[in-house]
């Protein structure tokens, strides 16, 4: 392409920008577009052609978007800070400040890393563009580098046109959407399709093209009809037609798992009525001029979708055997589809409905799509001068990646989002090549550099700036393994202690195999966790010692450990009376109580045992502490039930869920459903889960079999279970 071609591009963009524009700078757009040759001077493009090539199709794409003055100038030179010598402060002295932020911060988004193509990292990035482009022109000049940029790729290699093209297909394509600029994201969308799979691209383009001279006269045969059945009926109506682009057809074909011809909105036409009883006068109007085809009538008005979206939606058999879809609405339903909460947006991106993220975007897709409508340009400029995100922080890591953050976010959260290795190591961090204090709030753009030392350890201080729930978990496990670490040192030497005032060795019972059947018989996991309640003092060493030789204990012992080693107690003692729990057999008026090691509930077996002046206590027959007890069977003696309706038992129950909000409150209300009590509950978050642990009182087995069903029903809910083994205090 030779300078005079370029430079005749110029004059045509700037002829396009006076018509928008009469009193646009133009002068600007001159000096931006002479500058830009000097600096770009003997750089080449990979088709050959001079670089400046690129910067002034950048600023055409630009223009005919309908882009001011300063927006076509930022085009010209927003490769200028990166590839070229030039400084920001020269480009804010000859064009000024306005034109020197806006290439700024096109450059700044130039050096984002867009290696990751999981959905989560595409929506963070897409989030960091809007959130660190206050002035959203720095985004319509990057898209419009991209758009032109994609279109020349078949000058670069295999690999790197398929690297730009998932890109641009995971990042560019959903931004141009969301900015509402639908003809660019198409077409981002139809050439990232062509380079990522091209044999796919050919077929659908071939029958896209086969199909395009009948597709083209179906949908005028079909418009034209209704248009005159809808005039007989004395309808008011507009109808607009719609064309699908390849890309949009072949996702409908792999997601649908349908061939091209199955594909019923390759033709569409939209009905805009004025009424409400006109959009069913319509649908009948349709319906008895064409043949409907089975399951494609949707009824939004009737019922709306949750983001209150209303439409008819109907597919019909038109000429040719063509399907043809179609769309009635009233204009109010129109216009609250086109403000950005309609499904049509979200069904053309793929997407979950979001309704703050896209009531965000309703207002300046308006902007976008009609600005040129405004009088006057700065009016323009200012509505688009907004900070979309204010809920979130994103940063750069030292390469370049992006972390997302919440608001109040500090170097230390940065570091455990990088990781846990390098939170728990972090002594210091640099904020913008600065040293800053770890409880430094961070800003949307910082570029993050966490100083990391390896025997370096979290501060207990951390858990009071930190804001992450990933930071203060991984914070507040590092303590409690430091505290368990440390009461296993310290039960090993005590046991160890004792051992040795018996006349023998913790090896030895290690070896022999007598602390794993303590172990076992005490209901805890591993050897260190029974050292470490013996460190926390749950256990005394002397009572571990008659454990390990049990030749010198008497079952009492155990019996009485079983009581001081609980973290809380929810107690129920009665008398055998005739209104009691519990019979025992052969035996009148004997206080029972019930053993917390497995709490007993009316319909469980069970079995009771006589403590020495505390009468009977009573555990279910599968209890580890009675196994335990298997050779004092004169101290065991039968019981069972004497079921009194008006008395409760507590249970504990242990609840896991994926978060969300209301889920605590819903777990509540399921519980009450039941009419059940609840004494007392605690609830823990971690990652994404919710963990809750509740104390309810029940009749029996049967009414706590109801709770956990009820509870099972919750929405996002995974696991519900009887804890029996006590827990800590609420």
């Known amino acids: 392409m030779s300078y005079i071609i370029l430079m005749h591009r110029i004059h045509d963009s700037v002829d396009k920008l006076r018509q928008y524009y009469p009193n646009a700078d133009v002068n600007l757009v001159y000096r931006a577009y002479i500058f830009a040759a000097k600096m770009h001077r003997g750089q080449t493009r990979l088709s050959g052609e001079p670089y400046l090539s690129h910067t002034i199709e950048t600023a055409v794409i630009l223009a005919n978007m309908k882009m001011d003055a300063v927006t076509v100038s930022t085009g010209l030179l927003h490769d200028i800070l990166e590839d070229t010598d030039t400084t920001y402060e020269e480009v804010q002295d000859m064009f000024g400040p306005e034109v020197a932020q806006l290439v700024d911060g096109v450059t700044k988004i130039s050096k984002i890393y867009f290696a990751s193509r999981e959905e989560y990292q595409a929506e963070n990035l897409r989030k960091m563009l809007l959130a660190m482009a206050k002035d959203i022109r720095v985004l319509i000049v990057k898209l419009a580098d991209r758009l ?160 209150m979206y209303q439409s008819l939606h109907t597919a019909v058999i038109g000429p040719f055997g063509r399907p043809v879809e179609i769309q009635i609405r009233t204009w109010e339903m129109h216009h609250l589809s086109e403000e950005g909460i309609a499904a049509h947006w979200r069904y053309k991106e793929g997407k979950e409905k979001d309704d703050e993220y896209d009531s965000k975007f309703s207002g300046l897709r308006h902007i976008l799509e009609w600005h040129q409508e405004l009088e006057n340009p700065s009016e323009f400029v200012e509505h688009l001068k907004i900070d979309l995100f204010p809920d979130d922080v994103y940063v750069f890591t030292p390469k370049g990646k992006v972390k997302c953050l919440p608001q109040g976010a500090t170097p230390i959260d940065f570091a455990y989002a990088v990781h846990t290795e390098v939170g728990e190591q972090c002594y210091g961090a640099r904020v913008n090549e600065r040293i800053v204090p770890l409880r430094t709030p961070l800003k949307n753009g910082d570029i993050v550099e966490i100083l990391t030392q390896k025997n370096h350890h979290p501060g207990r201080d951390w858990l009071n ?143 009771g045992f006589i403590t020495k002046g505390r009468g009977i206590t009573i555990h279910t027959v599968d209890c580890p502490n009675m196994k335990a007890m298997e050779f004092d069977d004169d101290r065991k003696i039968d019981v069972e039930w004497d079921i009194d309706p008006q008395v409760h038992y507590p249970a504990e129950l242990y609840v896991i869920g994926t978060i969300r909000d209301s889920l605590f409150a819903d777990i509540v209300a399921a519980i009450a459903k039941t009419n059940t009590n609840i004494l007392a509950s605690n609830s823990e978050k971690s990652a994404n889960q919710l963990e809750v642990r509740c104390i309810i009182t029940v009749q029996g087995r049967e009414h706590l079999s109801t709770v956990i069903r009820s509870v099972k029903n919750v929405r996002h809910v995974h696991e519900v279970s009887h804890v029996r083994a006590p827990a800590p205090r609420y």
């Open 148 to 307: 032109h940029n994609i279109r020349t790729l078949q000058y670069a290699g295999k690999e790197q046109q398929k690297r730009v093209a998932q890109e641009t297909l995971d990042i560019f394509a959903p931004l141009a959407n969301r900015l509402g600029l639908g003809l660019i994201k198409s077409e981002l969308e139809d050439l990232s399709f062509k380079y990522l799979d091209p044999d796919m691209y050919k077929r659908v383009m071939q029958r896209s093209e086969e199909m395009g001279g009948e597709r083209q006269k179906t949908i005028e045969i079909v418009k034209e009809e209704l248009e005159r059945r809808l005039k007989t009926q004395n309808i008011q109506a507009v109808i607009t037609s719609r064309e699908k682009h390849l890309y949009s057809i072949y996702r409908k074909m792999k997601r649908l798992n349908i061939s091209f011809k199955d594909v019923m909105d390759i033709i569409g036409l939209r009905v805009i009525t004025n009424t409400k009883a006109d959009c069913y006068s319509t649908l009948g109007l349709i319906h008895s001029t064409w043949k409907h085809i089975p399951q494609s009538f949707d009824d939004y008005i009737t019922l709306p979708k949750p983001n």
């Open 465 to 607: 700036y930190v804001v992450t729930s990933k930071a203060k978990t991984k914070i507040r496990h590092f303590f409690r393994a430091k505290k368990r670490e440390a009461e296993i040192q310290l039960g090993t030497e005590i046991l160890e202690k004792a051992l040795r005032k018996s006349g023998t060795r913790l090896s030895r019972v290690q070896k022999d195999g007598r602390l794993k059947r303590v172990t076992a018989e005490l209901g805890h996991s591993t050897e260190e966790d029974l050292l470490s309640a013996i460190g926390a003092q749950k256990y005394s060493p002397k009572h571990i010692v008659k454990r390990l030789f049990p030749e010198n204990e008497s079952a009492e012992a155990v019996e009485e450990q079983n009581d001081t080693k609980q973290h809380y107690e929810i107690e129920q003692t009665q008398r055998n009376t005739s209104g009691g729990a519990i019979k025992v057999k052969g035996v009148d008026n004997i206080l029972t109580r019930f053993g917390q090691c497995c709490r007993p509930l009316p319909g469980d077996n069970i079995i």
